[in-house]
């Protein structure tokens, strides 16, 4: 009655839904400490405020491989109190040669991975913000030329009218 490829049974169909789909690769983080010894809940926050937000924003154009560059160190060996402890973030851009650096000084290290945090986010954005202006620009300027190319036919076709009569 049915022809082969009609015809699914149950079985297929829980042997299709039982193999899971391949998960979705994200850029990656490497964390260098300076000065202490990394905990794993300082990784995990590190990875939780830096790197989430980062690949909410650029995630979809940046390569799986990508990486995130944390330091995070104290900054004197002698002070116990005070601004002592430093993050720092770089992210490579590829295809331009451009790196988006973040800096931050902080009396503890959570406060300064989320001073950190606000700085490289706002390079994000004005990253993001002079590619699209530059977009803009050069859209805005292939319409002028256009424009003006319609205009010159526009005329040189008056102009071949007008010579005719």
């Keep these: 009655m049915y022809g082969l490829g009609y015809w699914h049974s149950l079985n297929d169909v829980v042997t299709e839904l039982a193999y899971p789909r391949p998960l979705k690769k994200y850029m990656q983080i490497k964390i260098k400490s300076t000065g202490f010894k990394l905990?794993?809940?300082?990784?995990?926050?590190a990875e939780e405020k830096l790197l989430s937000p980062v690949q909410k924003r650029l995630g979809?154009?940046?390569?799986?491989?990508?990486?995130?560059?944390?330091?995070?160190?104290?900054?004197?060996?002698?002070?116990?109190?005070?601004?002592?402890?430093?993050?720092?973030?770089?992210?490579?851009?590829?295809?331009?040669?451009?790196t988006l650096y973040a800096r931050a000084m902080a009396e503890s290290l959570e406060v300064a991975i989320d001073d950190a945090k606000d700085e490289?986010?706002?390079e994000i954005s004005d990253y993001k913000n002079k590619r699209s202006s530059k977009f803009l620009r050069v859209a805005r300027q292939l319409k002028d030329y256009v424009h003006v190319t319609r205009l010159a036919q526009r005329a040189g076709d008056f102009y071949r009218r007008m010579r005719r009569k």
Excluded: D, Y
């Design 120 to 122: 490289i986010l706002r």
């Design 60 to 98: 979809s154009e940046l390569p799986a491989e990508h990486f995130l560059e944390v330091e995070l160190a104290k900054v004197t060996e002698h002070h116990e109190e005070g601004r002592i402890w430093k993050c720092e973030a770089n992210l490579a851009l590829p295809h331009i040669k451009q």
């Design 39 to 45: 905990t794993e809940g300082l990784r995990v926050l």
